[in-house]
Each structure stands twice: as structure tokens, then as C-alpha cells.
């Protein structure tokens, strides 16, 4: 593959500002926000609370000025796993909310006891039952709350219930991803105060009102990296434009690793792939800003045909290895031993019939399928589309030989 593309907005990044606009009583406006799937399941989601949401292009606005209704639809809850980051907002704007329970998904069972202890701190009251949500307060206060483990989506709901809520939040061992800044720097925008943003300590004291907000949404890290991915999967040379470079240091590390040349400045990255065969001894997933488990099923496809024997671990979710079957099926050979597998690279794989079951791993069977001998289809599509715009319009542009199937939803390549 040679060529060269622009990085659309970060999902992760737009969905939670999409919850935090819910606190601002009028019009938000987010530049570069992906138009993928689940940002439009979020905007359904806001509209059915009373939200006004309408794109142009890129820039979506969502005027939250009368919020209606604090019971969420199961149908949009359901849609996606990110629904779960509308229990801080409309805590801190209602003082109630239920939901159903998001679920699991592929990935992993997704629990959210970490969210409910966090909220439990702030005064919040949770009614247990088995596929619901149920959560209501009196009066949001401020608390000192150690996170068990730095998850991103409790980190988030713990942030936003703290901006309104009386008093100050000590927020400890909170996430640092990207995400999280960016959600952190929106709210100081609104009014919010906190300090410690970027840094797992955060103290956040409440103010009465955030006011209208503007802001631009940073590119997605995880796209980035999937084309980085591509490119070394096919021994290419690309140019990424509009690249989020600082926050991709661990997956260029890897890649230098494993032979590539890689170039980065500021917000561009350029990668020649040619000798990019070598193994990777022992990877492991880690919070950020260590390896993210979102690239992970995507470095397994790559390490299939490196030279030499490879070993990933996958600490952050318990059902990330779900493509490995598939990679099998194309003659890799990898191993699953828990949350470990070894890779020994082969020459080439076989192409044939793929499906994608979970968006990452729908993204790793394009690659697969891009360094494989003869023709693949990868089946699934909608399971992609929810992270990007257009995979195919991407890659065409990088030199990667795909097409849709007109009229199906798969993507053969
Ligand atoms: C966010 O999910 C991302 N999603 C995920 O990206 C990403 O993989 C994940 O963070 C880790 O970086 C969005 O931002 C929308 P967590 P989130 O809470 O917030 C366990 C993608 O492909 N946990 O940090 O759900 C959980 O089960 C998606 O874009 C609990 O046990 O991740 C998991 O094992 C996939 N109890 C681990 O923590 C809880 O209450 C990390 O989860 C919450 C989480």
C-alpha cells in the first residue's frame, strides 16, 4: 500500500463531549466529529431525552436546553456500550436517570460497579435490578473517590457528575487517556473547575452553571493506528495527515521495533513499512499510555507474518482474542493460552470468507485480509461502521486494493 489520508475526529473522544453537553442548559456546537454509526446512535439517544441534535458535514450541534425525560429507550441504550456515560450528566442535570443495563459485548461483560461505587461517593442511590439502571439523588456532593482500576467510561461519569455537584471531588487513580483530557478541557470551556487534568489525580469543585461551549474534536488515535497497522501488514510507505502523533507513541515504538522507518511530527506521520517483519518478543496491553488494548486484535493480524515467533497479552479486556479462529482459518498460527497468544509468523495467508463480530476485530480482518494471497470478504460491516466513516474510501486512498459490495454488507478485499 502507498498513499496517503487525512485521520477522521475521535469517537471516543466526541461520544462522552456528546453525554457532558446534557449539563450545558443551551447550544453546543463540536467540529470534526466522526459521522460513523455510533455518534449517530448517540444523537438518537439525546434527541429521546429532549435534546435538539443536527449535523452539517462534520460539526454537529445539540442544543440541550430543555431535557424532558431521564429514562433512556432501551433501543439506543442497547445500541451501543456508551449510553452508560449519560449517568453523570443527567444525575448532575435531573437528579435521576435509568437506563438499561448497556450489556457486554464480544470484548468482554462490561460490568459498571466501578461507575455505581464512584456515584454511590457523590450521594447518588441505586435501585438493584437485573437489566436496569435506577439511579436518583437528592443533591450531587463532592467526594474523595479511589477508583479500583482507571476506567475511562467510570472516570468520565465521575467528572461530569463532579463539575455541578456541591462541593469538591478528589478524584484518584482516575484514567489519563487522551479522551479524557479532551472531556476535561471542554467542561474548563463550560465553566468547570478542575485541576490535575492529564494526570490520574483530579480535584474538581462544583460551579451552579457551565455555559455554551465550541470546540473541535481531536482525530482518533485508534484509526490512526489501524492504518499504521495496514501499512506494516502490506510492507507500504504512508502519510497520515492530521494524525494525533503524541498520543500514538506506544504503537510507533512497536512498529520502529519491528523495522518500520516511521516519521512523525506534530500532527503528521510517515511510515515505510518495507522492512517492517520482525517479531514482537512480548506485548503487552496496558492503560494508557501503554500499548491500547483497541489495537491489539489489530497487531495480532499484523505479527501473523513476521518473521519469528511473537507473544501479546491482553490485560484489559477478557474476550479480545475472538478473531484468532479466523486468522487460523487463513493458516496463521497462533496459539491461545488465557490472556496470552503466540504467534508464529508464516509467509503469507489464504484469503477466503471473514466475519466480523465486534468493530476492532472487524477492523484487524481488513487487514488480514489486505497482506492475504487471493480475494477476501470480510462479512459484518455494520460492526465497522461504528467506529469508521469509511474504511473503504481510507484504505483505497493508502493503496490498499478493497471495494463494498454494492447493495451487501460486506467488504470484500
Ligand atoms: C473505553 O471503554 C472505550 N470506549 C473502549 O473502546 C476502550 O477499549 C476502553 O475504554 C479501554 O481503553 C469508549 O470510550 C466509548 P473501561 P470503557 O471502563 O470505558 C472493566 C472501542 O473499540 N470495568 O476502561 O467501557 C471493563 O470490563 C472501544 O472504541 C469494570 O470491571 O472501558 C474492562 O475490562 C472498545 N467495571 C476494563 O475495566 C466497571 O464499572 C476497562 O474498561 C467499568 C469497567
Do not use: W
Not at 479524557?180 to 462544583?206: D, H, N, Y
Not at 460491516?381 to 490498499?400: F, H, T
Request: charged share 25%; proline share 4%; aromatic share 4%.
Amino acid at each position: 500500500m502507498t498513499g496517503e489520508v487525512r485521520v477522521q475526529g475521535s469517537k471516543n473522544g466526541a461520544l462522552p463531549l456528546m453525554t457532558a453537553t446534557v449539563l450545558i442548559q443551551g447550544k453546543t456546537v463540536l467540529h470534526n466529529c466522526p459521522r460513523i454509526t455510533d455518534i449517530e446512535a448517540m444523537a438518537d439517544l439525546l434527541r429521546t431525552i429532549g435534546c435538539k441534535v443536527a449535523f452539517d458535514k462534520n460539526t454537529i450541534t445539540i442544543d440541550a436546553t430543555h431535557i424532558c425525560d431521564t429514562h433512556c429507550p432501551q433501543k439506543q441504550v442497547q445500541a451501543m456500550r456508551s449510553s452508560i456515560m449519560l449517568l453523570g450528566p443527567l444525575l448532575g442535570r435531573c437528579k435521576s436517570v435509568q437506563m438499561n443495563r448497556p450489556g457486554g459485548c464480544v470484548i468482554g461483560e462490561r460490568p459498571t460497579d466501578i461507575h455505581e461505587y464512584a456515584l454511590r461517593r457523590m450521594n447518588v442511590e441505586f435501585v438493584a435490578e437485573e437489566d436496569t439502571i435506577t439511579a436518583y439523588t437528592e443533591k450531587l456532593t463532592g467526594a474523595d473517590i479511589c477508583l479500583p482500576f482507571p476506567s475511562v467510561g467510570a472516570t468520565e461519569n465521575v467528572i461530569m457528575a463532579a463539575v455541578t455537584a456541591e462541593g469538591t471531588t478528589r478524584l484518584s487513580n482516575a484514567a489519563i487517556e487522551p479522551e479524557i483530557r479532551l472531556l476535561c478541557e471542554f467542561l474548563r470551556r463550560a465553566g468547570a473547575k478542575i485541576k490535575g487534568i492529564g494526570t490520574p489525580v483530579l480535584e474538581i469543585t462544583g460551579v451552579d452553571v457551565l455555559r455554551e461551549v465550541t470546540m473541535s474534536i481531536m482525530p482518533d488515535r485508534i484509526v490512526a493506528g489501524t492504518y499504521l497497522l495496514a501499512a506494516a501488514a502490506t510492507g507500504g510507505q504512508i502519510l497520515l495527515r492530521d494524525a494525533p502523533t503524541e498520543q500514538m507513541q506506544s504503537l510507533i515504538s512497536v512498529l520502529r521495533r519491528m523495522g518500520a522507518g516511521v516519521f512523525a511530527d506534530k500532527d503528521m506521520i510517515c511510515m515505510d513499512a518495507e522492512g517492517a517483519k520482525g517479531p514482537c518478543e512480548f506485548l503487552r496491553t496496558e492503560v494508557y499510555p501503554g500499548f491500547p488494548t483497541d489495537l491489539q486484535s489489530m497487531l495480532v493480524a499484523v505479527l501473523t507474518t513476521a518473521e519469528g515467533e511473537s507473544i501479546v497479552e491482553e490485560t484489559i479486556f477478557e474476550g479480545r482474542f475472538r478473531i484468532v479462529s479466523q486468522l487460523q482459518k487463513m493458516g496463521a498460527r497462533i496459539e491461545e493460552t488465557g490472556n496470552r497468544v503466540r504467534i508464529s509468523g508464516v509467509k503469507k495467508l489464504r484469503g477466503g470468507l471473514l466475519q466480523a463480530q465486534e468493530l476492532r476485530g472487524g477492523a484487524a480482518l481488513v487487514i488480514a485480509a489486505l497482506a492475504a494471497e487471493g480475494e477476501s470478504t470480510v462479512t459484518g460491516l455494520p460492526y465497522i461502521q461504528r467506529g469508521y466513516e469509511d474504511i473503504v474510501r481510507d484504505i483505497r486512498r493508502l493503496g490498499g486494493d478493497i471495494a463494498y459490495i454494492t447493495g451487501e454488507q460486506n467488504v470484500p478485499v
